[in-house]
């Protein structure tokens, strides 16, 4: 039993970080990268690695909750055919979603 005194410890998500795995289906592609709104939609910061198959890997660390993102090919933005849902980003487009807890 807890003594009176000792706060309970609550178990939150929102500390959590937690690795997502995204795969992207463009063997055709010479340069493949996710970009979202976690590092301010830049093509640079999340380079994809291709892979013998066509497919391109990237693993990033998410804080808890929602976040809008795309795959960038080639300079063309990609929506995630496997994504959790869609939504729009700052300019309207539709943007692959991903929640994480």
Do not use: E
Not at 71 to 86: E, H, K, S, T, W
């Amino acid at each position: 039993m807890r003594p009176s005194n000792v706060p309970l410890q609550r178990l939150q998500a929102r500390g959590t970080v937690k690795p997502v795995n995204f795969i992207c289906i463009a063997p055709q592609a010479s340069h493949v990268a996710v970009v979202g709104d976690f590092n301010d939609w830049s093509p640079g910061a999340n380079p994809m690695t291709r892979h013998v198959d066509g497919s391109w890997h990237a693993s990033i660390p998410f804080k808890h909750g929602g976040h809008a993102y795309q795959f960038m090919v080639d300079g063309q933005p990609m929506n995630d055919p496997r994504a959790q849902g869609l939504t729009r980003n700052a300019k309207g487009d539709k943007v692959s979603m991903l929640f994480v807890s």
